[in-house]
C-alpha cells in the first residue's frame, strides 16, 4: 500500500501508511511524525507552516523543519483520547475533539 494523504498545505503534505505518519517538506526534506494505535484520522498543518498535528489515537504535534521536535498528548496510558476533528484556533493554539464531541485546547507554548 502507498502512503495516503491526511492534509497537505503549499510546503508541506503530511501522510500515513498504515499506522506510520510523517510530514514531507516541498525543500526535500522528511519527519518521521509517529506511529498510531489505528490508522491516524486527522491532520493540520499550521497556518503560517511552523508546526503540524497528527490524530487519531491520542495527538502528535511536531515543528515543521528538518529534524524537528515531535510531542505527544492524550495518549498516557488509561487516560488516551480518540481525536476525531482538529481546528487550528490561534498561532499556537489549537483545539482536538474527541469520539464523545468535546473539544480539547492544546497550547503549544505551554509544553
Do not use: K, N
Not at 23 to 41: A, I, K, M, N, T
Not at 61 to 85: D, H, K, N
Amino acid at each position: 500500500m502507498s502512503a495516503r494523504e491526511l492534509t497537505r498545505s503549499a510546503g508541506h503534505v503530511v501522510t500515513h501508511d498504515y499506522e506510520s505518519a510523517s510530514v514531507r517538506s516541498s525543500e526535500g526534506w522528511q519527519l518521521c511524525v509517529g506511529e498510531f494505535y489505528g490508522d491516524p484520522q486527522v491532520a493540520l498543518i499550521d497556518a503560517d507552516e511552523r508546526w503540524c498535528a497528527v490524530a487519531g489515537e491520542g495527538l502528535i504535534v511536531c515543528e515543521l523543519m528538518p529534524q524537528g521536535c515531535c510531542t505527544a498528548y492524550f495518549r498516557e496510558p488509561g487516560s488516551v483520547l480518540w481525536i476525531t476533528e482538529l481546528r487550528q484556533v490561534a498561532a499556537w493554539v489549537l483545539e482536538a475533539r474527541s469520539e464523545d464531541g468535546r473539544w480539547h485546547r492544546v497550547d503549544l507554548r505551554a509544553t
